[in-house]
């Protein structure tokens, strides 16, 4: 503990202190009749308006991912590993657009909270929104382990934990997760929501100093781009034959940069948290006008992305307690060298709240997810609202302690690759949710068999890309596109395999004319807007009527 | 419209198709723009100092924000929004149906929580 920098710590620990306590006071604001239902805990009674969805949006998509995760890989590889984000988040918005008014309309209409809900109903499958909501529950797992990597790697910087026991290094780690246990259990989402304020705050202003102050420290732009274009070119560590990264996407990585860009924005609305998210906003073109505004994220997140190649020509040295080098720590090291310590402190808690915020939302969503397509779907069919709200918040504890199973088992140095696993998995699901929400043409069984092979194949694809350093499975998302010979995002092709396969059986058994399910929604349900009159199915047992095979 | 003529709801609501396809090129311009990385994956001309790679995706940003919320704005045009309001529901249902299938569940019109009079409320925090 020698090396503890004592002033950033206290400033760390003020801010994030406050930020719990706001999360503890975020249960009296707007208060609702009972935190007891699942409706309220779960979405804020669903009232929210653009500004607060907009900041919930961006506590959401903005996360460790964007301030630890990306820039790291822009340190450690370059541009293919790391900037594909920018094209990734400018074209999420129009993918957005198109379809998430829709599953904003039907979902309003008919009390669905999850996007396994939406299926059961739109194709009165049981099997499918199972799958469904089993994927989204996985797939934000290893999403939340990257925060928690992220508030590692701060708490880390900063002079906490290391040592060679176990539970001493890890210790910091515990208590942040369990801080954030505590108050997203208390509050439900209006915890994140009331914090997302503070976090954006901080975080802006971080990114604003470090942006004007630190390319000038440094040597200017021309002095970045030349240092990081120097270091791209050099062997690599790993295998002195290739270069250690990629300056600009080459000749064999355009398809890679591509697919990881688009795979990556058709994943990222599938999670159940994101579309908890959207779902909280308080009208249909609501979620359309914040498409329109959310890219002044898009551009942020450009921005600390090239924080990465600041690094490189500040010359960071992120070395772990551990003494070895440890990519994910670049950023957190670079304020620290660079800021005076008391502002590295500002920078670390907006770092560590930022990724609070998106794993409170994250647990919850899949806890939802859990209790209403799971526990009371298949293990208790006449649970009550009240008990539905415990099993949640129950839940929303174990999606915790498993991502922390992740971040303790799997390989920390490439983080950016715990969320490029996890869109892997959910982009499985588009398909059968997006597709869905505008024909019914698809067969259930043929979206189940394209999801099963997806999944199948896309699993089986990562855990054969072996880590170069390490040697271990799930070494990376990047693999052969069949028949291109091109590298292309795992996610990607799996992405089309399972489309083509639910095409394919799709029509086999609608020329059979095997049946296909009851739809419970109208045409119409697929445009109403806030104002229109709605059912509320969360009674007990409404769920149950739909016919099952 | 004659306000008292039942409206099936099992209906796709009128729209200018014109302007949703105006929104659809719109919409679709950024993604194909992006996804075309060999047009961008150059370092010259250079922009204060950025390499083309870098300062030509930031100008997408600002680009496709700008036709998403024209896109926002055709949309709204192009299909003004339906109520689906008492014109929804159908004869012989005195029970509202609920937990059946099908349109005649809606309608439970006694839902405080979508009758505040602010389809489009900002803030939403005034119930």
């Known amino acids: 503990?020698?090396?503890?920098?004592?002033?950033?710590?206290?400033?760390?620990?003020?801010?994030?202190?406050?930020?719990?306590?706001?999360?503890?006071?975020?249960?009296?604001?707007?208060?609702?009749?009972?935190?007891?239902?699942?409706?309220?805990?779960?979405?804020?009674?669903?009232?929210?308006?653009?500004?607060?969805?907009?900041?919930?949006?961006?506590?959401?998509?903005?996360?460790?991912?964007?301030?630890?995760?990306?820039?790291a890989a822009m340190f450690a590889t370059g541009a293919v590993a790391g900037f594909f984000a920018v094209p990734y988040t400018i074209v999420l918005y129009p993918i957005i657009f198109i379809f998430m008014a829709r599953l904003w309309s039907v979902s309003h209409r008919h009390g669905y909270v999850t996007p396994a809900d939406f299926v059961k109903g739109r194709y009165g499958s049981r099997p499918l929104s199972l799958a469904v909501a089993l994927t989204g529950f996985l797939a934000t797992m290893p999403y939340i382990a990257l925060q928690l990597v992220?508030?590692?790697?701060?708490?880390?910087?900063?002079?906490?934990?290391?040592?060679?026991?176990?539970?001493?290094?890890?210790?910091?780690?515990?208590i942040a997760f369990a801080l954030l246990a505590a108050y997203t259990y208390s509050s439900g989402l209006r915890a994140p929501a009331v914090i997302a304020f503070v976090k954006d705050t901080l975080i802006y202003l971080v990114i604003i100093v470090a942006i004007i102050y630190l390319p000038s420290k440094v040597g200017g732009w021309d002095a970045i781009f030349s240092a990081a274009q120097e270091k791209m070119a050099k062997p690599s560590a790993a295998d002195p034959a290739k270069p250690t990264g990629a300056f600009i996407p080459g000749s064999q990585q355009m398809w890679a940069y591509a697919t990881l860009g688009l795979g990556s924005a058709l994943a990222l609305f599938m999670y159940p948290h994101s579309i908890t998210a959207s779902l909280s906003a308080s009208g249909r073109n609501v979620i359309r006008r914040n498409a329109a505004i959310l890219p002044a994220y898009s551009f942020v997140l450009g921005l600390l992305a090239l924080l990465g190649w600041v690094a490189i020509a500040a010359g960071t040295k992120p070395i772990?307690?551990?003494?070895?080098?440890?990519?994910?720590?670049?950023?957190?090291?670079?304020?620290?060298?660079?800021?005076?310590?008391?502002?590295?402190?500002?920078?670390?808690?907006?770092?560590?709240?930022?990724?609070?915020?998106?794993?409170?939302?994250?647990?919850?969503?899949?806890?939802?997810?859990?209790?209403?397509?799971?526990?009371?779907?298949?293990?208790?069919?006449?649970?009550?609202?009240?008990?539905?709200?415990?099993?949640?918040?129950?839940?929303?504890?174990?999606?915790?302690?498993?991502?922390?199973?992740?971040?303790?088992?799997?390989?920390?140095?490439?983080?950016?690759?715990?969320?490029?696993?996890?869109?892997?998995?959910i982009l499985q699901t588009f398909p059968t949710i997006v597709f869905g929400l505008y024909t019914r043409w698809f067969h259930r069984w043929g979206l189940l068999a394209g999801w099963a092979v997806g999944m199948v194949y896309g699993t089986y694809t990562a855990y054969n890309v072996i880590n170069p350093v390490t040697k271990g499975h799930f070494g990376g998302s990047l693999s052969m596109i069949?028949?291109?010979?091109?590298?292309?995002?795992?996610?990607?092709?799996?992405?089309?395999?399972?489309?083509?396969?639910?095409?394919?059986?799709?029509?086999?058994?609608?020329?059979?004319?095997?049946?296909?399910?009851?739809?419970?929604?109208?045409?119409?349900?697929?445009?109403?807007?806030?104002?229109?009159?709605?059912?509320?199915?969360?009674?007990?047992?409404?769920?149950?009527?739909?016919?099952?095979? | 419209m004659d306000e008292h003529e039942v409206v099936d709801h099992d209906t796709?609501?009128?729209?200018?198709?014109?302007?949703?396809?105006?929104?659809?090129?719109?919409?679709?311009?950024?993604?194909?723009?992006?996804?075309?990385?060999?047009?961008?994956?150059?370092?010259?001309?250079?922009?204060?100092?950025?390499?083309?790679?870098?300062?030509?995706?930031?100008?997408?940003?600002?680009?496709?924000?700008?036709?998403?919320?024209t896109a926002y704005k055709l949309v709204l045009k192009a299909r003004p929004h339906r109520p689906m309001g008492e014109a929804q529901r159908r004869p012989h249902r005195p029970h509202g149906g609920r937990g059946h299938r099908g349109a005649a569940t809606i309608g439970d019109s006694t839902d405080a929580d979508l009758h505040d009079g602010q389809p489009f409320d900002a803030d939403g925090g005034q119930r």
């Open chain 1, 320 to 425: 772990g307690l551990d003494g070895k080098p440890n990519a994910q720590l670049v950023i957190p090291q670079l304020f620290e060298d660079m800021f005076p310590s008391w502002f590295a402190g500002v920078a670390f808690a907006a770092i560590a709240i930022g990724a609070l915020v998106p794993a409170a939302i994250m647990s919850i969503a899949a806890a939802n997810t859990f209790t209403r397509n799971i526990y009371k779907e298949w293990l208790k069919p006449g649970a009550t609202p009240k008990q539905e709200a415990k099993v949640s918040k129950l839940v929303s504890l174990v999606v915790k302690a498993f991502a922390l199973v992740f971040v303790l088992l799997l390989d920390k140095q490439n983080a950016i690759n715990f969320q490029l696993l996890g869109g892997i998995w």
């Open chain 1, 150 to 174: 992220g508030i590692q790697a701060v708490l880390e910087v900063v002079g906490l934990g290391g040592g060679d026991n176990l539970l001493a290094k890890d210790a910091p780690l515990f």
């Open chain 2, 12 to 69: 796709v609501p009128p729209a200018n198709k014109g302007l949703l396809a105006a929104a659809g090129v719109l919409l679709a311009i950024p993604i194909v723009a992006l996804m075309w990385v060999s047009s961008y994956s150059k370092i010259e001309p250079k922009l204060w100092g950025f390499p083309f790679f870098i300062w030509y995706q930031f100008l997408w940003v600002f680009l496709c924000s700008a036709m998403t919320w």
């Open chain 1, 1 to 71: 503990m020698s090396n503890v920098n004592w002033t950033a710590l206290v400033i760390l620990v003020l801010l994030f202190g406050t930020v719990t306590i706001m999360g503890f006071m975020a249960t009296r604001w707007r208060r609702p009749t009972s935190m007891e239902s699942l409706d309220e805990w779960g979405l804020g009674g669903r009232s929210f308006g653009t500004w607060i969805t907009w900041f919930l949006l961006g506590g959401d998509l903005y996360t460790a991912y964007t301030f630890v995760a990306v820039p």
């Open chain 1, 482 to 549: 069949p028949g291109l010979a091109q590298l292309g995002y795992i996610a990607m092709t799996a992405f089309v395999i399972n489309a083509v396969i639910a095409v394919v059986v799709s029509l086999a058994l609608n020329l059979l004319k095997v049946p296909n399910g009851a739809d419970e929604t109208i045409k119409g349900d697929y445009f109403a807007d806030a104002g229109d009159p709605r059912v509320e199915k969360l009674d007990v047992g409404v769920h149950e009527t739909t016919a099952s095979p």
